[in-house]
């Protein structure tokens, strides 16, 4: 019987298998949707058929896909134009920019419709940046959109942006009083800005129109082009359900699941896709979790491997440009933050996150729990210790998701307990310099401690947070090897800098464990899922700073090429 011949060659080139070794070879096969051979070309070439595409890399390099732990990505197709007005930096560097790009869509807009935009950051708008108690204001969009609702999402997600008709539509006092509501900014006298952060948010997200399933497929549609071309084969989509049906205009709620599950069945869903159940909102009780909980049991994939519920989502607090972290120490100009589940109190609060989790635990579900102060991680950290040791079970890797200001302590009870956490490079990139006006410079250059988690023993993988970052994984290695912040470059905790081997293990081989897939995926091994991306260039030999330049050229899904820059 004659062997099989393999489906591709690469040759001329360097291979990071990001095996346990980091092994690099020059050449590698693929048959049959998996990696049948790595070596030198001469071995590996020698299988080769009539019927083999000969890839030449041309100096380039192929590594395992790139898995984004942690990527809204209906949220972010949701995000793109003609979705959504992009908003974002550097296209728009202040509130002026913002209010002209809105008065162009309002002008498109029929009226009675709402005009949605994404990507405002207060690190990057030039009011905000110079004086920081300047917030964005409903009064900066009624004087260019004084009649149709205007919505415009923070980059973070933790805000909202809105103008007096929207307020309106959705029955929002605008007179003094109406912003007693934790999360509902409001001026001295009490009047509602028109900015919303938190579990506040939902105040306006409620009134908006449902998302279509049309519409949805389409937003999933241009995410998933986009990550082709980036080369981000698999990714974690952290929040799907009940808790979601009022998030980024229902993006999060449990029908884009179903959507999920037709692109699969009709062939479209070209990535990995891993999803965290949601089953309460930003400032969800412990009854709305164990009630949504219950929602997740009843869905099942055709092929667990392109598209599987992992686990269960929770969030603790807010963000710290928000003043909503909750911290050890207080902000720059007072307050702690606090959590964000339903309670009166610290300690109300504090007891409701850990009935979330020993509850999702006890019910055999992986958590990844949103939580960025440092009260807050020791808080949740904790709650997973003690669910663990209340109610043993085999391997569940529970994690922190951003665990901006992880204590040394905590690092220590995830690696004793095989827990982990997913970090976000990009945003460091993104807000390092405004990060000193809320936590001082010492926190602010400590945030994303990946040596010190590296060190400890912690499992580490990264994640873009899109639509929060653009979902760019080059940019987040750089940034985890220099710690250079995105405005003016300068170095942001070089202590907590890490290795290219390293960092690359947290977009591939650790991403894989987070998902239970380390034994199929995330490293280039014979035997496992050809999952490829190649960029142009010696990976290994390059400037960290040029590593966000060098192109994608290449991307396949289980031996299936998704986008192709190599020809032949």
Request: net charge negative; proline share 6%; aromatic share 6%.
């Amino acid at each position: 019987m004659a062997a099989t011949r393999p489906d591709l060659v690469f040759v001329n080139g360097r291979v990071l298998t990001v095996d346990a070794r980091f092994s690099v070879a020059s050449a590698l096969a693929v048959t049959g949707g998996a990696v049948s051979a790595v070596g030198d070309r001469r071995e590996v070439m020698a299988a080769a058929g009539p019927g083999t595409r000969v890839v030449d890399l041309a100096g380039g390099t192929l590594l395992p896909g790139i898995n984004d732990a942690h990527l809204h990505g209906c949220a972010f197709g949701m995000t793109r134009p003609p979705l959504s007005v992009d908003l974002a930096a550097p296209g728009v560097r202040s509130i002026a920019d913002v209010a002209e790009a809105v008065r162009a869509a309002a002008e498109r807009t029929p009226p009675g419709e709402w005009v949605f935009g994404h990507g405002w950051d207060p690190g990057t708008l030039r009011e905000c940046a110079a004086d920081p108690e300047r917030l964005p204001d409903r009064y900066d969009l009624d004087a260019v959109s004084p009649d149709r609702p205007v919505l415009l999402y923070a980059a973070s997600g933790h805000a909202t942006w809105v103008n007096s008709a929207a307020m309106a539509a959705a029955g929002v006092p605008g007179g003094p009083g109406g912003g007693a509501v934790p999360g509902l900014v409001a001026d001295a006298r009490g009047v509602p800005t028109g900015l919303f952060q938190e579990g506040a948010q939902e105040l306006v997200h409620r009134a908006l129109p449902p998302l279509s399933a049309r519409v949805r497929a389409e937003a999933l549609r241009a995410a998933l082009r986009t990550l082709a071309r980036l080369g981000v084969t698999s990714f974690t989509e952290p929040g799907l359900g009940p808790g979601g049906d009022a998030l980024m205009r229902g993006a999060l709620a449990a029908d884009t699941l179903d959507v999920y599950g037709r692109l699969l069945a009709d062939g479209e869903l070209t990535a990995r896709v891993g999803v965290l159940w949601l089953p309460a909102g930003m400032a969800g009780t412990v009854e709305e979790f164990v009630r949504g909980l219950d929602a997740v049991a009843g869905f099942r994939s055709p092929d667990p491997r392109r598209l599987a519920v992992h686990g269960v989502k929770v969030f603790a607090d807010g963000i710290p440009l928000n003043r909503t972290s909750w911290m050890h120490e207080e902000y720059v100009g007072g307050g702690f933050g606090c959590l964000c589940v339903g309670g009166d109190s610290d300690e109300e609060r504090s007891a409701a996150v850990a009935e979330m989790v020993r509850h999702g635990h006890e019910a055999g579900h992986q958590l990844g729990v949103h939580v960025t102060g440092d009260r807050a991680i020791d808080t949740v950290v904790d709650a997973f210790a003690a669910a663990a040791e209340r109610h043993p079970r085999p391997d569940p890797r529970h994690y922190a998701i951003h665990g901006d200001f992880l204590t040394a302590r905590s690092m220590r009870t995830l690696a004793r307990h095989g827990f982990g956490v997913n970090m976000n490079p990009t945003i460091k990139w993104a807000v390092a310099d405004i990060e000193e006006h809320f936590v001082g410079p010492e926190r602010a250059a400590y945030e994303w401690p990946y040596r010190d988690a590296l060190d400890a023993g912690v499992r580490v993988t990264s994640g873009s947070d899109a639509p929060v970052t653009f979902p760019d994984w080059r940019q987040g290695v750089s940034t985890m090897m220099l710690r250079e912040s995105r405005g003016s470059g300068r170095v942001s905790g070089a202590d907590q800098c890490i290795s290219l081997r390293e960092a690359l293990r947290t977009y591939t081989a650790d991403a894989a464990w987070q998902d239970f897939a380390e034994g199929w995926k995330g490293s280039l091994e014979v035997g496992k899922a050809a999952d490829l991306c190649v960029v142009g260039g010696d990976l290994l030999s390059a400037d960290p700073h040029d590593i966000p330049g060098m192109p994608v050229v290449f991307t396949a899904v289980g031996g299936e090429v998704v986008h192709d820059e190599l020809g032949g």
